[in-house]
């Protein structure tokens, strides 16, 4: 669909998205991460791409091609992420955090592999950086921070709170609800809050289709800017 290029506030615009999981290793065969398939980060890559925007997927270990015109960056750990991310911040107009960026990593490597002794087993885990709420701390008034909240059904209020603390332009919240929402399903069920006060409830939909009312939403926001 090259004919979509060249129609939309995003062409020309560079757009940084994450996606996927991340891994933070506890030795050097195991790693701590979760169920994201990375499907709604690379489906708002791939819409914006189409609409002629300049876009860098940061994405943790997924099983999808990379979408047509995208720049593709492979990371496994939350620290890897922001490192990749924080080299977009001066310029890039949009950034989209959709990835499940794991909360905490394990305080310590150890290289080789743990062998099992006790019946028991700590590992301590440390906080890992928030790499959205780092990009919007640091973003000046043309560009826009856009985030995701999985929650579970009727948790919207956390979905504000994130969209308040972290500064964010847009949240979506996102139900969790293990069948048509979530983690590796095809379908999302989406409310868009804005910072200026609008909410916005999505049908349950494809994640291709939910990405595209987002970007929609998103031009609507870059228009008054
Ligand atoms: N996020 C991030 N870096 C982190 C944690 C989260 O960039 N270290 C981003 C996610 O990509 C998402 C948003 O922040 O867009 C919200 O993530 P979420 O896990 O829902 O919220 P948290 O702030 O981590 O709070 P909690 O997990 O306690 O609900
Ligand atoms: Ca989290």
């Known amino acids: 669909e090259l004919g979509d290029i060249g129609k939309s506030l995003l062409t020309g615009r560079q757009v940084v998205v994450t996606?996927?999981?991340?891994?933070?290793?506890i030795d050097g065969v195991r790693f701590i991460s979760n169920y994201s398939s990375g499907k709604m980060g690379f489906a708002l890559a791939c819409a914006a791409a189409r609409r002629g925007a300049e876009v860098v997927l940061v994405s943790g270990p997924v099983a999808l091609p990379t979408p047509d015109r995208v720049e593709r960056i492979d990371v496994e750990s939350a620290e890897e992420m922001e490192e990749a991310v924080t080299r977009f911040h001066?310029?890039?107009?949009?950034?989209?955090g959709a990835a499940a960026v794991a909360d905490y990593r394990p305080e310590t490597f150890r290289a080789g592999k743990i062998k099992k002794n006790n019946e028991t087993m700590d590992i301590r885990l440390v906080r890992n950086p928030d790499i959205?709420?780092?990009?919007?701390?640091?973003?000046?008034?043309?560009?826009?921070?856009?985030g995701f909240a999985l929650e579970t059904e009727g948790n919207e209020a956390y979905a504000l709170e994130k969209l308040q603390a972290k500064q964010l332009d847009m949240i979506a919240f996102n139900t969790y609800d293990g069948k048509s929402s979530g983690f590796e399903v095809d379908?999302?069920?989406?409310t868009l809050f804005t910072a200026d006060g609008t909410r916005t409830e999505l049908p349950v939909m494809e994640k291709k289709e939910a990405a595209k009312?987002?970007?929609?939403?998103?031009?609507?926001?870059?228009?008054?800017k």
């Open 132 to 146: 959205l709420a780092g990009f919007a701390a640091q973003k000046t008034p043309g560009q826009l921070a856009v």
């Open 90 to 96: 001066q310029s890039c107009d949009l950034f989209i």
């Open 187 to 190: 379908t999302n069920q989406i």
């Open 19 to 25: 996606a996927g999981p991340t891994r933070e290793k």
């Open 213 to 224: 009312r987002m970007l929609d939403a998103l031009e609507k926001m870059l228009e008054k």
